[in-house]
């Protein structure tokens, strides 16, 4: 398996009239080809603007301060970020899709014409071959009668369809890596179910990398091989989903899984134990870890060092933490 | 809290909520978005009774009826053992004192030019409970009640987090000290980690004040952690409501099971052994709903009788009530 994206100290700041926003403050990670990776935080804890980044897609008053971003061995910071190479890269090597299908699908063009927009720009297909393959992408993503839906509108289609359509024009110049930016979070679990497994499969077949960015633990569980873990603009924690949730290390994802209902659990036998306090504001953050104030395995050590750096605590797992909290849970 | 004579907080029966679409100038009737179509259930006091389903199943708007902010179209929703089904709106005052409601999203239901301490003391006002000092010793209580510094009062909604947000909303609920709380997705819009805190406090305050809720979510793994029975919904009807370990250890109904089997559980090691039932297709329109049993499209199970005739929601014993013929 090669590394398709390896990404290395990536920094991202806002410069806010409020202050400096770190939002994402030097994060490293990296996916190998056709593996499935998932990101997850809470809101604002920078997953999404991490993903930005890696496409580039950064405005004002946001800058990627530092970091190398190598993808298929070339270092795309290298690239103008409006740049021919940028854009060739984006929506056809590198595709997104994104939380919200309307918001996203343009709502005065047909999905015809937004499909084979991507094929012809990408691809250099002209407009009828073009417009087969796009039917044809939408059979394999599943939309029912897809010759005569095609020439419809976003409005015209449901949230589930819609985002079926995401999907297809996410896969429609057969990727390397596709990042899906809460895939699921605006629709039903059952249309959840449908999508995910849709997208496990699509991805399996066609060898591409997938990296799901979400706060549900859930979902990450059943599809992620690797989990990486954001807190304050930070990985905190990374490593093999099984052993992730398994034995959690850092006192962040132990409340995270702590916090969590599980279903099947009987009612009453047991409390949630929830995070205390509320996640921090990012502008001009202390120089210590974030977690600390909500921490309850914290030392006079964290008090007193900076935020730790990310460190190896056993076969590919890293952790952003002194304590070690093993027996003390 | 005036406890009724029985142990039925909530009795509803045979309610049918339907919302004319109107075309043309003279607003014709053309057809009905059938949001409730018969639906009977209870809630006892003290209890709580989850209400789950996919959106547009037409959970919200049961919580919306019990609260009479509609007329429903026909049936019977009992209250305290008085029928309020049809109540003028001039009588609803008394009514609604005895009811709270927690709304889902704790940006958009707290008005932001109010302060807090507004907020959390209108319902007192406006059911003329208490003025000047007691109404101040009253708003004070709520806040700490709800686990915030009663010195925040003076704060505007954009001044608190999301949590701190619905804490209000919860404080502004249980100000008339009602015996009965819908809770509408009291969480959804909050982080994950700050959702237990709301779950734990909605615990603790049902514990402590005795109250009886009306929990109302998607999120089947919430629902079952806070509820002592569930009913599930689709399409405007209940398809299955028994209690939370029943209806996850013996799920009856194939729209329970694939709603069950399609939530994901957070330990990898369980979700590998699960099998998923992927239902097909979609929610149908509730405009034009499928004939007989609603679910028969998408169901695995589905014979030509199901597309027949409405199933009813029958006993199957120790208050396990399931709505399928093959069962």
Redesign the interface.
Known sequence: MSVVLDVENLKTYFHTEYGLVKAVDGISFNINQGEIIGLVGESGCGKSVSILSVMQLILTPGEIIEGKITFEGKDLRQFEANGPEMRAIRGSKMTMIFQEPMTSLNPVLTIRRQMTEILELHLDMDRASAGERAVELLRMVGVPDAASRIDDYPHQFSGGMRQRVMIAMAISCNPMIIFADEPTTAVDVTTQAQLLELMKDLVTRLNTALIIVTHNLGVVARYAQRIYVMYAGRIVESGPSEEIFDDPQHPYTIGLLNSVPRLGEKHGTRKLVPIYGVPPNLINMPPTCAFLPRCTYKTAQCEKEPWPALRSAGDNRYLSCYVDVRGKQ | MNAPDNDLMVEVKNLKMYFPITRGILRRKVADVKAIDDISFEIKTHETLGLVG??GCGKTTTGRCILRLYRPTSGTITFNGKEITNVRESKLKPLRSNMGAIFQDPFGSLNPRQTAGTIVGTPLIVHDMATGSELNDRVAELFNLVGLDPGMKDRVPHEF?G??RQRIGVARALACRPSLVICDEPISAL???????I??LL?ELQEQLGLTYLFIA?????V?????RVAVMYLGRIVELT???EL??NPLHPYTQ????????????T?KTRT?I??K???PSPVNPPPGCHFHPRCHMAVEECSRERPPLRDIGNGHFVACIRI
Request: proline share 6%.
């Open positions: 996919e959106s987090s949590g701190q982080d994950v980690s700050i959702q237990a805190q779950i734990n615990e998607h999120d089947l793994a919430v079952q952690h806070i509820s002592d209690t939370s370990e996850y250890e694939a709603l069950l089997s399609s939530i994901p559980i957070p330990d990898p090691k979700e998923r992927i239902l297709g979609e929610v």
